[in-house]
């Protein structure tokens, strides 16, 4: 099964904005520069064109936030 939703463990994150940097069609940041969903999903989906970029989002997480879940 593939990886399709963004995991985000608001317990670790730090609010660096990096992942809606490079996840802006689904991410967005909040004032504080915490990420948010577009969709207003808690664990938004990932569509598969946006997977490439989803990885690397969640590669490059300094505070390791972000994963790619199966639904």
Do not use: F, Q
């Not at 569509?47 to 972000?66: F, I, Q, S, W, Y």
């Amino acid at each position: 099964m593939s990886e399709n939703r963004l995991h985000i463990d608001w317990t670790a994150c730090d609010g660096r904005g990096l992942c809606a940097e490079l996840l802006n069609e689904i991410l967005i940041e909040d004032e504080w520069g915490y990420p948010l969903a577009r969709s207003g999903e808690t664990a938004p989906t990932v569509p598969e064109p946006l997977r490439k970029n989803a990885r690397r989002a969640v590669d490059r997480c300094p505070a390791l936030a972000l994963r790619l879940v199966n639904s």
